[in-house]
């Protein structure tokens, strides 16, 4: 039974963790709303399958990180895509001014690059990230035999065809609809052949953790100034996206500089997840405090403290990792 249970362990988490940075931390979906029982096993189906499947898949395949990423944004097209259909729909609750900012051709296009970015990132590469840290010793491994990946394909399947006639009574035009299908599927193939890495060797070393969290804080924060706020302060669209494209390659550009000989260790890693969350969990407060919003977002606070609890558990269970290392006594944590 303890073996068993060690086993399901990071599969478990994962399948929670993922809807909870990808909803619940992010304030999409407050405490009322995202601990409702069925709220959060559907959250679970959707969001937890499709990390627990792009993790599974990029394994087998030998793959790192450019194809997690890749993956990501395939699921960000399932679920918001092919499920909500919130790139199409544009009375969707979401999208405030992105419902008429950036529309064109039946598309909410700063509103689709905005999630296809957010969901691959924090719904996806994220928590594969803290669940592998977490389980260094399943770091790596297969967790799933053919059995368990259709159950999770399954459940994936089933939760969106659930989502796309329950949700909403919106149906985006054959055409909008197949053309994503088609770019999800480019994606999934693409995945299949990206690098194991997108970093080269040089010759200098990793920069400090410090200069990580840093770059992931303010790498996020600018991400949604150009996304919320230039279309607040009416930029053009075309500038809107530009400009947030570049800003994509210039954080791809800082990572490369930051690395060094591109060997980061797990500290570096978990340096930038930390500024990234920590965007977050200063974030939750004011969401709370947001008198604007019509949905309940009481205990966003709460939220926000017990995320920093959660960075600061993540960083001291490093720093003992670190200690057992020198000591020679390195047994699994996980």
Not at 107 to 120: A, R
Request: aromatic fraction near 16%; proline fraction near 5%; charged fraction near 15%.
């Amino acid at each position: 039974m303890r073996d068993d249970m060690r086993r399901f362990a990071p599969i478990l988490l994962l399948f929670f963790l993922s809807p909870i940075l990808g909803e619940l931390v992010s304030g999409a979906a407050p405490p009322v709303e995202f601990f409702k029982p069925l709220s959060l096993l559907m959250l679970g189906a959707l969001y937890g399958s499709g990390a627990i499947l792009v993790r599974e898949y990029t394994v087998r395949w030998g793959k790192g990180w450019p194809t997690i990423f890749t993956l990501g944004l395939a699921y960000g097209i399932l679920e918001e895509g092919l499920m909500v259909k919130s790139f199409f729909d544009p009375n969707w609750m979401d999208l405030g001014l992105l419902g008429t900012y950036g529309r064109w051709a039946g598309v909410n296009w700063v509103w689709t690059l905005d999630l296809m970015i957010y969901h691959s990132v924090v719904s996806i590469a994220i928590p594969i990230f803290l669940v592998e840290y977490i389980f260094p010793n399943r770091k790596g491994d297969p967790w799933l035999q053919s059995r368990g990946r259709n159950f999770f394909f399954a459940l994936l399947l089933g939760v969106t065809l659930l989502g796309y006639f329950c949700l909403t009574i919106y149906r985006p035009p054959i055409l909008l609809y197949m053309l994503a299908c088609f770019t999800m599927f480019g994606l999934i193939l693409a995945a299949k052949r990206m690098p194991v890495s997108w970093l080269k060797n040089r010759k200098d070393t990793a920069k400090s953790p410090t200069w990580f969290i840093l770059f992931g804080f303010v790498a996020v924060v600018v991400f949604y100034i150009l996304l919320y706020g230039f279309p607040a302060m009416g930029v053009p669209v075309w500038i809107t996206i530009s400009a947030t494209v570049v800003w994509l390659g210039i954080s791809y550009l800082v990572g490369r500089f930051l690395s060094g000989d591109g060997a980061w260790v797990e500290k570096h890693i978990l340096s930038l997840v930390s500024g990234v969350l920590l965007f977050f969990a200063f974030l939750a407060p004011i969401q709370e405090l947001d008198e604007t919003r019509t949905d309940n977002t009481s205990g966003m606070t709460m939220v926000g403290v017990a995320l920093i609890v959660f960075i600061f558990w993540l960083w001291r269970r490093g720093v003992r990792k670190s200690q057992m290392v020198k000591t020679g006594s390195a047994e699994s944590i996980g």
